[in-house]
């Protein structure tokens, strides 16, 4: 299966790629769209995640299924304090998900891309039925996308 709308208005997809694809559509629609992403995998390999947030916060964490570590996302650790975390569940039920982060960078005065971060999305693609979607996004402004990237 590719990308594809079932009558339930929702997207639901296969990968990696599919969720990306639909974390584009949802950017563009948002007035940011994403300039980089990156596939969130643990060190250990796997790439299936329990997956928790404070959008008010801008914090998100991931439980690795495989060896049960627990990583905060991105710059989370620096909001994590004041944080509420709440998990995420799919309308099936499912609490486990393959996990894509996007960024939007500034613009530069001649319109080129900037090296720091302006909006951060994460989208996740649930396991069990497939369905995709940026669950989360939020205002982010680190210097440097790359390090921001690595650290999801």
Known sequence: MTLQQKPDGYWYGDNHADLRQEMTR???LNGYPIDNFVDVVCTCGNDSFFFQTDQNEGVALRICTQC???HMMGDSEDYADEA???KHMCMCYAEVFQITAGIHRYRNEDDALS???RWLYLGCRCVDCGLVGSYVDWKNEFNG???????M
């Open 26 to 28: 949802y950017s563009e």
């Open 68 to 70: 049960k570590t627990e």
């Open 84 to 86: 509420e975390i709440e």
């Open 115 to 117: 090296a720091d971060v």
């Open 145 to 151: 996308y790359e390090e921001l990237l690595s650290r």
